[in-house]
């Protein structure tokens, strides 16, 4: 079984699309190829009844937190009681990020990403020390090509771009803010509850976008152009002006004291009266610097409404979800992928003339996608191995006890490690007795 870092679990196919090139493999008869369609069908009614369970629990743990709640609790929670929720909320949430196939990003990842600079040259930051917990997943990591302007020209490069993106924040209580002399009526969030993002095609760089905390300030390189061409113009006009404004100053001395020897600087009196051109050149010296820092300041202030426009269409038109619905989606996307691994697998050991081990199967998947689709995928083959074992039914025959009749999972092994699993006529009726008793069994 091999490890790849270049790949993902993730399966970019619809589960009907599966389904329909197991059956155009041609290695399934007429009747079984009936027989498949319906036990994948039971078989998507059974996960989408069981993870439905896995929604209402994430609902109800997200109810105190959610900043969008319109009801409220009919009992005061506790501390300890709200604590507990949030614990088995993030957990619960994690999971079925980890089950609709999502990879981490940890906070140490998060900031290695923030060191890459977005296409408009703003100096970004987000404080961590806000949050109370961040918990950031990603699927789908592409390539594409942007245009990047550097200095005086523009260049293309390639950036990666994550197809989709999931960020939990936990902010701070009330105090940590008033503590940084914030007021709250100025925070566009509220302090102690949990938002909740869901957003596709986001830049790697572009990831800082996406914290309701993010600051903008000059880069290095405004700062220079700020100050440097300002600077420039002035010495010319300072080397013009210094004998005259060394006149002004005797003559303030001369007023102020009675006792100075302007002859000593070479000037004479009709010199010393005539101070107009000093003060003109002085005016044109601080005009000159001043519009030149306007300048300079008017084009960070125009890239700075250009940045804060791609955060406004980077919230609006790349957003999916947010907060409690972002659980339903998520939960359909953990149905679809699990649903599409589990078919595989069944697949190709229910089609295989050969007994497989969970390595060889593993490979023969990827294999497959790779013929297919032209997809390569690093399968996952842990999760469907365990969904298989674990869904257990009873093949009841007439005249038989069904107390007495025994439990048969859909996968198992055999005494070498090789794998095994039920027939589809018997797959089927496992997976039908099930789903019969999916209530009793989530009571």
């Known amino acids: 079984m091999a490890v790849y870092q270049d790949r993902e679990a993730f399966i970019p196919y619809h589960r009907r699309d599966i389904i329909e090139i197991c059956i155009e493999d041609g290695k399934l008869s007429a009747t079984d190829e009936q027989k498949f369609r319906e036990f994948c069908e039971i078989l998507s009614a059974y996960y989408h009844f069981h993870l439905h369970h896995t929604l209402e629990m994430l609902k109800d743990n997200f109810d105190p937190f959610n900043p969008d709640a319109d009801s409220e609790p009919r009992i005061a929670l506790t501390r300890e009681r709200k604590a507990k929720m949030e614990a088995e909320l993030i957990a619960g949430f994690e999971n079925i990020l980890s089950r609709a196939n999502y990879i981490a990003l940890t906070e140490e990842m998060l900031q290695k990403v923030f060191q890459e ?13 806000d949050f109370e917990r961040v918990v950031c997943y990603y699927r789908g990591d592409s390539q594409k090509i942007a245009t990047v302007k550097k200095w005086f020209k523009k260049k293309k490069r390639k950036s990666a771009v994550f197809e989709r993106v999931v960020l939990l924040l936990k902010f701070k209580d009330e105090n940590y803010f008033e503590s940084k002399k914030i007021k ?63 006149l002004i100053i005797s003559a303030i001395l001369f007023v102020v004291f009675g006792q100075v020897n302007i002859g000593k600087d070479n000037a004479s009196k009709n010199a010393v009266r005539d ?16 519009g030149f820092a306007f300048k300079q300041y008017n084009s960070y202030k125009s890239k700075k409404v250009k940045f804060q426009k791609k955060v406004t269409d980077t919230l609006f038109f790349r957003n999916l979800a947010n907060n409690a619905s972002v659980f339903g989606a998520l939960i359909d996307a953990a149905e679809e992928e699990e649903c599409k691994e589990i078919i595989l697998v069944y697949y190709h050991l229910l089609t295989s003339e050969t007994s497989l081990t969970p390595e ?23 999760g469907p191995l365990h969904n298989l074992e674990a869904i257990r039914g009873k093949i009841v025959k007439e005249g038989w006890d069904e107390a007495s009749t025994p439990e048969i999972p859909l996968l198992s092994y055999d005494e070498r490690g090789f794998c095994k699993v039920s027939s589809l006529e018997d797959a089927k009726k496992i997976v039908d007795y099930v789903w019969d008793n999916a209530f009793i069994c989530e009571k």
């Open 275 to 290: 101070v107009t051109p000093v003060l003109v050149a002085t005016l044109s010296l601080a005009m000159t610097f001043g």
């Open 184 to 246: 709250y009526d100025r925070l566009n969030f509220t302090p102690g509850k949990i938002y909740i993002y869901f957003y596709k095609n986001i830049p790697k760089f572009d990831l800082e976008l996406l914290f309701p905390n993010v600051k903008i300030s000059m880069t290095w390189k405004d700062r220079i152009l700020f100050g440097i061409p300002a600077i420039g113009a002035a010495i010319p006009i300072v080397l013009k002006v210094i004998p005259q404004l060394l």
């Open 117 to 129: 600079k977005t296409l408009i040259e703003l100096k970004t930051k987000v404080d961590f020390d």
């Open 360 to 382: 060889q199967l593993d490979d023969r998947i990827e294999e497959w996608m790779d013929e297919k689709f032209g997809t390569e995928i690093d399968f996952d083959i842990n």
